[in-house]
């Protein structure tokens, strides 16, 4: 019979005309199913090409399982693979069609050709159906007896996948004990290195429910294991080496002698052309001799040569990956490499990553013979084209002056870099020009001369005008402008948007007071009452924290905010010792390219008590409050992190009380300071008498803070809250994305409420009898997730509300947005109120 001609509806196997298409597959296969005539395999791969073309590109061929079947009857290799790969997709969807290839499957994997026994036993592994594990046990006994060692090496991955599988099934078929013999007696390294890697699976998830198993898992680090693994890895590829090496650093020599006789062995490993081979041989050989002092000093020495060559050869992601390991060790010995501190220097063609880690690199090995020749490297960078290796090179020029090498020469090349005229380099030395100034106080007047002649207009970056405004008030008795530039700033308070310049500003203008009271009085004034109304939580406590103190007593607020200084002599270190040294013991991992300790980024339990899966399909919708609500697995895939982010990074200035119960002085713009208030003895200033009703006070008098007669107007109606709101999860994400948050507090929730929050739905109900409705909620105890929504009764506008409540503290972080802001705090009021009612009705 001969093949059927090819169907010419579909111009390419990737457009498809429709369901038709899939028919004709259909009845094409079924005809090609029995045929022996010559040239029907061509016709069947090219049917077969068509099926994973449109499997690919998720139409679905499921209807085509049965001829896909049939037609796998042929010797042809290609044809077995693109059917196993058919049968692997659509197996784990639908169990009922992976009975159907059960007979199919076993029967390849008796077949004469290992390569198709090999490919048929790990599609049947793959198939991954619990119901059929009884089907598994017969094939993988003959795989591990196989006389090819391709089908061994499946036969022993398909072990593990078994025992993922049914965990009970695997053991009491006693393959690992299987498993354990061939590691030990199979000739063929790559069926080792399975049987290795799938015992060390099997053994360390046994181990807790077996005390054989555990036993097992330790005789992997017994010495003939080990010294049988040794004698045998010039064998293996490098995966397997890799593999081995891993467990040897995890073995305990008996004596110095052991050390020695393994780290010979390794030698011509740290030759080895694959970089992590290299890096698991240093493993091996730090770790053993840790408690060696003299011989860990040497090892070191020893290992220098073949990371500096790895670091030079290779791809730049292999160059950073043996950079960040060689950065952890120069941390740790930075004497021993400080004569190697021209392979740090920077390549014109090196990736910016790369770079910057040898600049810190090059910091850290800086003593006092090599200062000048890195110094003067690094100020060739600062004129760099490219600006962030530019910023990073003044950086480290800082960080090495911190380090009391070579101060003179270093403070001369930062003042240098203020004459540049480039905003980036000004701002970034600025930045170390003030730590300088904190721990070199002598150089105050070099250092000042210069910076007095930068204008604040031309700082615009927040941390580099942040350390000027700093060392505005610090030697504002040696800058002649101080008190005027000051002034001038605090006048244009609203221009500023960094709340960080703004704290800064309040400081120094109280120093710049204390120093040079008549000409910063004005701008003391002007910079209490900007920051007594500042919407910044922070800035208007700190305000109001210098208000009340200098009401108490002048003398008192000096003493507090301008008290004698020290100079700082070590600035705190990013990384604890202990946090390095975990970060060493895990050498060779990601850790070391991470710089963090594998639980900081791996384990649930060490990422803090807010942190919420980040998959939307773990909240759940209140069914009992919102069955208008389409469910929220429907909302696209794009937008999942927006209800779940439990920090927002924007910088927003928004109106908050906190609950405080303070009345602020307010600040009169049309007053203005009278002569006579002008020339008030500073000196006479006594502590505060209790408040009265007086409209004036000492310190409001002389700073112009006069308190508002403007009476205090009636309070706003209560809101009403429409008790149907509806609001679909899609607009609430959009909703989220797009607005700003308006309120951000912590609400205390009461003894009765934690009681009662037994499980989500509780407060869901509760909520809603107050007209605020869940659209999803989500975690476990102790930290509960809830997203609600609320609407105008008379008007379509809303409020989306965050609300995080641990029943650990009693405590609920609660972050408002809202179409309306300026309705936003009667709503938090409504909010809290009905959130402090929880458990009492």
Sequence with gaps: MAPPAQSHRSPSPSQPSGKGEVSDLKSQLRQLAGSRAPGVDDSKRELFKKVISYMTIGIDVSSLFGEMVMCSATSDIVLKKMCYLYVGNYAKVNPDLALLTINFLQRDCKDQDPMIRGLALRSLCSLRVANLVEYLVGP????????????????????????????????????????????????????????????????????????????????????????????????????????????????????????????????????????????????????????????????????????????????????????????????????????????????????????????????????????????????????????????????????????????????????????????????????????????????SQDCIAVVGNISSKNVQEPKAKAALIWMLGEYSQDMQDAPYILESLAENWDDEHSPEVRLHLLTAVMKCFFKRPPETQK????????????????????????????????????????????????????????????????????????????????????????????????????????????????????????LLSTSEKEDVRVPTNNGSAYSAPSYDSSASLSASQTSTDLVTLEPALPRQASPSLAIDDLLGLGLSTTPMPAPPPPLSLNSKAILDPGTFQQKWRQLSISLSQELPVSPQGIAALTAPQALIRHMQGHSIHCIASGGQSPNFKFFFFAQKLEELSNFLVECIINISNSKSQIKIKADDQTSSQAFLDQFQSALSKFGTL
């Excluded at 690094?378 to 090179?393: K, M």
């Design 523 to 642: 701008a003391l004034g002007a910079a209490l009452a900007a920051g007594l109304g500042d919407f910044h939580q922070d800035v208007h406590d700190r305000a109001l924290f210098y208000y009340r103190l200098l009401q108490f007593n002048v003398s008192t607020a000096e003493r507090v905010v301008n008290p004698p200084k020290q100079a700082v002599s070590v600035f705190a270190d990013s990384q604890s010792s202990e946090i390095k040294d975990r970060i060493f013991d895990e050498f060779n991992s990601l850790s070391v390219v991470y710089q963090k300790p594998s639980y900081m980024f791996t384990d649930k339990e060490h990422r803090g008590p807010f942190e919420f899966s980040d998959e939307l399909g773990n909240l759940s919708i209140g069914a009992e409050s919102i069955d208008n609500c389409v469910p929220v697995q429907q909302v696209e895939a794009n937008d999942k992190d927006l």
């Design 140 to 443: 993988l006994g003959s795989g591990l007896k196989d006389s090819n060692s391709y089908v061994r090496m499946v036969a022993v991955i398909g072990v593990l996948k078994l025992y993922h599988i049914s965990s009970s099934t695997c053991m009491d078929a006693d393959f690992p004990a299987i498993l354990k013999h061939l590691m030990l007696n199979d000739p063929d390294t790559q069926v080792l290195a399975n049987c290795l890697s799938a015992l060390q699976e099997i053994w360390t998830a046994e181990a807790s429910k077996s005390e054989e198993a555990s036993r097992e898992r330790d005789a992997l680090l017994s010495k003939p294991v080990i010294y049988y693994l040794l004698n045998r890895i010039k064998e293996f590829s490098e995966w397997p080496q890799c593999l081995v090496l891993e467990l040897v650093a995890k073995y305990v020599p008996s004596d110095s002698n052991e050390i020695f006789d393994i780290m010979n062995l390794l030698e011509d490993r740290l030759q080895h052309a694959n970089g992590a081979v290299v890096l698991a041989t240093i493993k091996v050989f730090l770790q053993l001799t840790l408690s060696m002092t003299d011989v860990h000093q040497q090892v070191y020495e020893r290992i220098k040569a073949p990371l500096l060559t790895l670091v030079s050869s290779g791809s730049p992601e292999q160059s950073y990956a043996v950079l960040s390991h060689l950065h952890l060790l120069v941390m740790r010995a930075p004497v021993l490499f400080s004569s190697d501190y021209k392979h740090f220097y920077c390549q014109y063609n090196e990736s910016f990553y790369v770079k910057k880690l040898k600049l810190e690199m090059l910091t850290v090995v800086a003593n006092e013979s090599n200062t000048y020749e890195i110094v003067t490297e690094l100020c060739e960078y600062a004129a760099n084209v490219d600006i962030p290796i530019a910023r990073e090179s003044i950086r480290a020029v800082g960080k090495i002056a911190l380090q009391q090498y070579d101060v003179n020469a270093i403070v001369d090349r930062l003042l240098q870099f203020l004459e540049m005229e480039k905003d980036y380099v000004t701002a970034e030395t600025l930045v170390l020009v003030k730590d300088l100034l904190r721990k070199y106080p002598q150089w």
